[in-house]
Structures are given as structure tokens and as C-alpha cells.
């Protein structure tokens, strides 16, 4: 794997807060749930003895034994029927599968047991799983192993699904959706894993549904997830220069999603991007925009933009994938293209 | 065992396959009258295998089903009144009315679910299995399957798995021949006693019309899987007397097949059985109509009951609504 390998920072004694990678955020909140909770196992490909396919296990299964940390076959159909299972059996097992476009092979054991079992069997059990599961492009991975496939699961009533940005959120969100009774679909950025953040010693619960203010403004609102995140932050920063402010809420979770942080940012700036790598085609921009224009079309100033990746499946060559995938200037360009539109006049597509 | 012992065993389980045989009967009827909505598919032919294999079960030991699930459901012991009051979609259903016959569950005693999806409780049995090796809690989880299932590739995935890891699970499959509409010659190349020792799992046949050569069967093999000796492949050969659902013309299907599948039919075998027994026909006709009784009794409830609180519902997607907006 092209990735850097995680790197243990040591903390210093009484220190509250410590520069760690993502990746290895994840991990930590891995050992701390399995530590806190005996019924908390992992399993997936690669996880036990491999340490992961992106190291994010790595450790685990010298910490807590082979009972605990299993490494699976290829087979995500089993893998993930098997944590449905185990989770009405009584455990809180972790999956990993190893790139979101492998969640194709596992959608019946997420779609129609997982995220069903509570409600079709009246209220008689939960389905306390997390699937842990990569997605997004930037690896030249290609076109099987680069797709951002959220909005999918987001659909299902039934499912969970949170996409952190940073560290502090990664290893924050994990441990809520460990603890969480209902599936949680947990996606991780495959370029983040060697991001640097600060991470508490004593990190502070985050809620699933309550996004964050990643940088306040006045003149327009970005809404971004995951590794978008950090592109809204640069647009942000470059608009600033020119002396507009820009708003950048990080949802955190798309299922559920913050409505309440959306609108009221939406009634101090009246102009909304959503921006996110997955393609923009009936994804997680179009519920946003549709939901905003519903509830607040009085106070929009402009038509909400969505910037995502284009229509077509992720290519492999640099250029190509480049291309294809958003970034900072395509939100950018968005939010000059919302400052600038006037009442009837006509965007074009 | 003790020939008095012999009896009340066999009457026992007798018993529990004419409640499996009477009920499906009066679905059948409930249907017709247009009383319960959607699919219905039935059992009867089959009773033999949930109740032979069940028997051999406790109470903290798993199922997991498949769309022709009221046997097994019965046989693992649900409550009657609310098996009824869920097929006829009331408040009052094991489900509360939102799953109907293909999701009958009661998980108080270890019954994960009818099933939709074909193989579909495989991977649940699976993952019940890992939870028992896991916690120690000396169960065993039965993964009920039709033939139909073998030509899924998670059955392959789940056969793996489970051998991998000598998890405590039964693979019960019913083999009534019949994959919905298709004969098994023309859904399957191979055989599951074949397919069985390919990933070292032993596989025994069974006929799946004696009850006692299934309990027998079971006795044996759930003890294995218990043991520690991983999982076991228990394939009972049986007849689907009804159709793939209520309804289905089986045009797909000649008189001489029908008439082979009423000739095993597990009720008159083990009759034959107990009548040689001793016991007379009387007394059978006596547990019949005690069990019609208990029927009658809880279709007359299911009748009574509510229709489901759709708020209820509606609030229930989740078990803990997380802030923010879900749709």
C-alpha cells in the first residue's frame, strides 16, 4: 500500500492532547472499546494477523487473542451476515471490509437483515454492528476500488452511516457506533488514514447526527464530510483572501444528518454548497439541497450548488481520476457561481 | 429406553407435527378467505425435520429459518397467539404485525426470524454460532435451509466460514426437491453429502419423514457440534405437499411427483408407529382435536386483535433515534 504506516506519537505524562494519525485513531478507539467491553470482537480479511490492509488494526490481536481479533476469508456476504448474527446473539462485533466497492457483495446482510431486523421483528432486538469499510479515490485504485458509495446506504431506513473527517471525529464516531444499538456503516477516507489531528487523552463523546462548525463566515455555507472537508477548508481559506467568508459545517453523519446546523447557517448566510467526492447524481447533495429548498426556499438567496465527482465510474490514470474527482477549486468556483447569481438569471449547467 | 418412555417421546413429538400440520391447514383456510395478506408458503409434508431436529434444542440454542418457516418457528416453540396474530398482521403478532409470515421471530426463544431471502439465515446462524463459541454459552445454532439455498454462494461462504472456525452450527436442510418452481436436477450440479466433506464438514442423509430418524439423526450431530467438533450437515430428504406459495398452480409439476410426495407423510409414519404402540386411534384423534383447540382458540384472538399502530412503527426504524434528520 502506497500509505504511510501509522506512527506512534507518545504522549507525554498529563498532557490532554496528542498529535495522532487517523488510522491510528481508529485503532485506539478499537483497543479502548474492546478494552471497555468484552463483547466488542473484530473480524475481516487481513485484520488479525495482517494487522489490516491499511495497518488500522494492527496490535489488536496480540492485545485481546485470536477469540476476539479473527482474520476472515474473502467473503463479504459471510462476513457481514455474520456480525448481523453475532450481534443478535449478543456481541458488538467490528467488520472491516476492505474497500466500500466490495460492499456490493455484502448489500443483503446490511440491507435486508441488518438494517431490518429491529423494526421487522417488532422492536424484539438491536443490531448493535459497525461495518468499517474505506472508500474514495486519489490512489489511482481505479475504478473498483475508489468509489464513494454512501448515499447508497443512507437510503435504507434502518442503517446508520458516518464519514469523520479528522482524528479527534474518527476515533470520537467509533466509539459511538460501537456503543450504538443499530447498524452503523463507518466510512473512512482511504486518503485520511495518515492525517495528522489532535486527539484528547480523555476524547469527548460525539453524538451521530450532530455535525460541526469547521469554520465560521457570513457570506456563503459549504456543507462537506470526510475528506471533503479539508477542500472546503482550503476554498474557504482562499475565498478569504478576497474578503468573503466562507461557512464550512462537517456533517460528520449523512444518516442521520444534521438538518438543524444546515438550516441555521443556511438562514445566517443564505447561500448553500454541498460538497462531497461521491458523484453528484442522486447522492447525499441532492437529499440536502431538496430537504433545504423544502424548508427554508424563503431564505436562500441563490439555488443550492452541489459540487461531487462526475458522472462516470472513478478512473485510473492521474489525470483522469484528477479530473474526475472534486476539489478545492470546483468549490470554489461554486461558491463564486452562488454569490454571484441573481435573481433570474439562468446558471448554466 | 424404556418402550413407555419410547411412547411418550414419539407422542410428543407427534403432537408438535400435527400443531405444525394444522395450523399451516388453517392458514391455508385463512388465506382462501382473504384474511391474511401477502404470500403464504407453506410447510405441510415437512413437519418431520423442525420437529425431529428441535427436539433435540434448548432453550438458549438458535434457529434461523427460511420463507417456509412455520415449522420451524413452531417447533422451536413460539407463542402460539402471537404466531397467528402476526400472519394475520395484528398489533398483537410476535412482530407486531411488520413482518408477517416470511418474518415470524421470537428471539425469547431463540427463534431469529423467517427469512425473505433465500440462504439469507445462513449467515445469521452463522454469526449466532460465533456469538455461542464466543461467550461460551454451550449452545448450538441451527441454520434451517431448502434446497434451493445450495445454489446460493453464501451457503459456500458460510460452509467455509463455519469449518474454519468449528462453530457450533447444524446446517438443516430440507430437501423437498424443489427450488420454487425448478426441480433440483436443474438447480444444482452437485450434492450437498459431496459438497459437505469438500470443506471437511461430515454430512449425514436422513429421511426427513420419520421424525424419529431425524431426531435420532440430531441427537448425534448437535452433540458433535456442542462438543467443540465444529459444524455438522444434516440434509433430510422431504416433500413439499403445496405449492412454491398458496396459490401456485404448479403447472411445473405432474401428478405422479404429487402423489410420491404424499406418500411419506411424516404424520401417518409416525402414526403407524404409535398406533403399533398401542396407542389407539382415538387417542390420537383426542391430541388432534385438543390441538385444533388451541388453534381455534388463538385464531379467534388473532381475529380480536388491533391493527398496528402505525406511529409505532414509524418511530421504531431505530432502536435509539440518533439526533437529526433521517428522511
Known sequence: ?349 | MQPELKQQELLSLYETMVLIRRSEERLSRLFGDGEIPGFLHLSIGQEAVPVGICAELQAADTVASTHRGHGHALAKGVDLRGFFAEILGREEGLCRGRGGSIHVADLRVGMLGANGIVGGGLSLALGSALAHQVRRSGGVSVAFFGDGAMAEGLLHECLNLASLWKLPLVFACENNGWSEFSPLSKQFAARLGTLGPAFSIPAELVDGSDVEAVRAAACRIIALARGGDGPQILECKTFRWRGHYEGDPQKYRDAGDLADARSRDPLVVSGAKLEAMGIGADRLRALERAVEARIEEAVAAARLGREPEYAAAAADVYTQASGGAHG
Not at chain 1, 466509539?175 to 463507518?186: E, K, L, S, Y
Request: with cysteine; charged share 20%.
Open chain 1, 1 to 349: 500500500m502506497p500509505l504511510q504506516p501509522p506512527m506512534y506519537i507518545p504522549r507525554h505524562q498529563g498532557a490532554r492532547m496528542a498529535e495522532t494519525r487517523y488510522g491510528m485513531a481508529i485503532n485506539r478507539a478499537l483497543a479502548d472499546a474492546m478494552q471497555a467491553d468484552a463483547s466488542v470482537i473484530l473480524f475481516g480479511e487481513d485484520v488479525a494477523a495482517p494487522g489490516g490492509p491499511f495497518a488500522v488494526t494492527r496490535g489488536l490481536l496480540a492485545k485481546f487473542g485470536p477469540e476476539r481479533v479473527r482474520d476472515t476469508p474473502i467473503s463479504e456476504a459471510a462476513i457481514v451476515g455474520a456480525a448481523v448474527g453475532a450481534a443478535l446473539g449478543g456481541l458488538k462485533p467490528v467488520v472491516e471490509i476492505m474497500f466500500m466497492d466490495f460492499m456490493t457483495l455484502a448489500m443483503d446482510a446490511l440491507v435486508n437483515q441488518a438494517a431490518k431486523a429491529h423494526f421487522m421483528f417488532g422492536g424484539q432486538c438491536s443490531v448493535p454492528m459497525v461495518v468499517r469499510t474505506p472508500h474514495g479515490g486519489g490512489l489511482n485504485a481505479g475504478p473498483q476500488h475508489s468509489q464513494c458509495l454512501e448515499a447508497w446506504f443512507a437510503h435504507v431506513p434502518g442503517l446508520k452511516v458516518v464519514v469523520p473527517s479528522n482524528p479527534a471525529d474518527a476515533y470520537a464516531l467509533l466509539r459511538t457506533a460501537i456503543a450504538d444499538p443499530d447498524p452503523v456503516v463507518f466510512v473512512e477516507n482511504k486518503t485520511l488514514y495518515s492525517l495528522k489531528g489532535e486527539l484528547a487523552d480523555a476524547p469527548q463523546p460525539v453524538a451521530i447526527g450532530c455535525a460541526r462548525v469547521a469554520q465560521d463566515g457570513s457570506d456563503a455555507t459549504v456543507v462537506a464530510y470526510g475528506a471533503t472537508v479539508a477542500s472546503a477548508l482550503k476554498a474557504a481559506a482562499s475565498l478569504a483572501a478576497e474578503g468573503i467568508a466562507v461557512e464550512v459545517i462537517d456533517l460528520r453523519s449523512i444518516q442521520p444528518w444534521d438538518e438543524c446546523a444546515v438550516l441555521a447557517s443556511v438562514s445566517k448566510t443564505r447561500r448553500l454548497i454541498v460538497a462531497h467526492e461521491a458523484v453528484t447524481a442522486f447522492g447525499v447533495g441532492a437529499e440536502i439541497a431538496a430537504r433545504v429548498s423544502e424548508l427554508a426556499f424563503g431564505e436562500l438567496a441563490a439555488p443550492v450548488l452541489r459540487v461531487g465527482a462526475d458522472f462516470m465510474p472513478i478512473p485510473f490514470a492521474r489525470s483522469l481520476e484528477r479530473d474526475c474527482l472534486p476539489g478545492e477549486a470546483d468549490i470554489t468556483a461554486a461558491v463564486r457561481r452562488s454569490l454571484s447569481w441573481k435573481p433570474n438569471a439562468r446558471i448554466k449547467p
